[in-house]
């Protein structure tokens, strides 16, 4: 929950609107909405799934179930045009319901996404975004004065929904570094390429072999729930390692599937590492 205090209207209005477009792009959970699963994945042999939106608060939540659709880019997400809506909304394709919904406290529903009835998935891969969307919450905890403006924002969640048609998805590890966080700890920036038609959904798992065969190869960091989106050119990922140096050996980068895609290697890439000096 988010509060503002101002006196002028017209910068009321602008504070806020650049507010929403920050505050749009897509989470797993808010203070007041817990929302599963992360994303949904529907196909021709697969015309329906469900979301669970559950009330993690003490108050009563009045929202509602709408789509919005986002651009990939390297980093997240960023509001579509209409040239991008063109070529990869799904919303046109998708019913969801129930578009309202009332939650107690504790309390949880389902919503449902499904194809359109007669309605087949075209070629490759299209994506909206189910956005779960609540009242603003009046909680005043300070008197406004000399004519200030006291406003409560409501929360607000979404998750990809990607409807695909025919299509592979492959994708490569890109241009890789090793660099240092603002403490001198290491670690590793990548990029993940898309290849096919559509998505690639897994984990970065990155891995050390030192040069010494004695010693086992051991895990330095993973980042999971990585997509590598049809529409951005590139995802960038960092992981962080947590020390300050690494010794001599082999530094070994694995893009892992994970859902549909579990049991599956994208990309593998290894770089040795010299001996510091």
Not at 66 to 91: C, K, M, N
Not at 181 to 195: A, Q, R, V, Y
Request: net charge positive; aromatic share 8%.
């Amino acid at each position: 929950m988010i509060r503002f205090s101002f006196r002028n209207r017209d910068r009321l209005k602008a504070t806020l609107a650049a507010f929403f477009c920050a505050f749009l792009a897509p989470a797993p959970a808010s203070a007041d909405i817990a929302l599963s699963p992360l994303r949904q994945v529907l196909a021709a042999d697969r015309g329906e799934a469900t979301f669970s939106i559950l009330n993690p608060s003490t108050r009563i939540l009045h929202g509602r179930v709408t789509w919005i659709d986002l651009t990939a880019t390297e980093t997240g997400y960023a509001p579509a045009d209409a040239g991008a809506r063109t070529r990869f909304s799904a919303a046109p394709y998708l019913t969801l319901s129930p578009a309202q919904f009332r939650l107690e406290p504790g309390a949880r529903i389902t919503v449902t996404v499904a194809l359109k009835d007669g309605q087949t998935p075209p070629p490759g891969e299209r994506r909206s975004h189910l956005l779960i969307e609540t009242a603003a919450a009046r909680t005043a905890i300070r008197k406004a004065s000399n004519g200030g403006l006291e406003v409560d924002i409501g929360a607000g969640v979404s998750a990809p929904v990607l409807l695909r048609g025919a299509g592979r998805a492959a994708a490569a590890i890109g241009e890789t570094k090793l660099l240092r966080d603002n403490e001198g700890m290491l670690l590793i920036s990548t990029t993940i390429k898309p290849k096919g038609e559509i998505s690639t959904f897994g984990r970065i798992v990155a891995s050390f072999k030192p040069a010494d065969s004695r010693e086992p190869e051991k895990i330095l960091g993973i980042r999971a729930n990585v997509a590598g989106f049809v529409d951005a050119e590139m995802r960038r990922i960092e992981i962080p390692f947590g020390f300050f140096s690494l010794g001599p050996g082999t530094l070994t980068l694995r893009y892992e599937g994970q859902a549909e895609y579990e049991g599956r290697v994208f990309d593998k890439r290894e770089f040795d590492i010299a001996p510091p000096g």
